[in-house]
């Protein structure tokens, strides 16, 4: 999301001074470091009063700064029909992503679960990208099984994938990162055969469309 600033004049300029904000604040998360406005302008090489024409505060740095998630799909090209075997794809390519950018990952669900519900809305992790990515694995179910189902199905998946169960894992849990996207990659296929052999419990809320949006 650009700022007021950003849409006015000298546009190609102003991009690569916001580029070069984000690349500074993304190698400072990576490398253990919650980064203000001060400490990215500083990396950058680039005056305050410049950064907060583009950051006006610490937190949409790091939202902008987070990791790149809106891949529509992590099928690859030629995606299998089996449904474990596109979820399996779909799970290694999400894991992969997670411990390429975990530094990121935890900073982005440290200030979703600070946020209000106004600016939780506004972050990455809270945008469902992974549900959307799980149901595509799993559109061959389709006709096999409820649309509730499946939806339940989704979202068991992903409450036992992505950083909230690899930060618990690894923290409390106490597993290397191998162990624990071993795990993760587990729980995910058990939980798509019970699906395919016993009756999933009912939810109290469901989702129009078929579409949930990432609680």
């Known amino acids: 999301m650009s700022s007021p600033y950003e849409a006015t004049g000298r ?6 001074t916001r580029d070069a904000l984000v690349a500074a604040a993304r190698d400072l998360v990576a490398s253990g470091i919650t980064p203000t406005v001060e400490q990215a302008a500083a990396a950058a090489v680039i005056s305050r009063p410049t ?3 583009y950051f006006p505060n610490q ?3 790091l939202v902008a700064a987070h990791p790149e998630t809106a891949a529509e799909t992590l099928l690859p090209a030629d995606a299998p029909e089996e449904p474990a075997a ?55 179910l389709r006709g096999k099984l409820p649309e509730q ?13 992505g950083i909230e169960a690899l930060s618990w894992l690894t923290d409390v849990g106490k597993l290397t990162r191998d162990e624990a996207v071993n795990l993760m990659s587990w729980t995910a296929q058990a939980l798509l055969h019970s699906a395919l052999n016993w009756t999933m419990p009912e939810t109290t809320r469901s989702v129009p469309g078929g579409n949930p949006q990432e609680p």
Do not use: C
């Open 149 to 161: 189902a499946i939806h339940n199905l989704v979202l068991a998946i992903r409450s036992a994938v």
């Open 11 to 16: 546009s190609e300029q102003k991009r690569r």
């Open 51 to 53: 950064a907060y024409r």
């Open 86 to 140: 596109r979820l399996a794809a779909v799970i290694t390519a999400f894991t992969d992503m997670l411990i390429a950018t975990e530094s990121q990952q935890r900073t982005m669900l440290r200030l979703s679960l600070e946020a209000d519900p106004a600016e939780r809305a506004a972050l990455y992790l809270r945008q469902g990208r992974a549900i959307g990515w799980i149901e595509e694995a799993l559109s061959p």
């Open 59 to 61: 937190r949409t740095l």
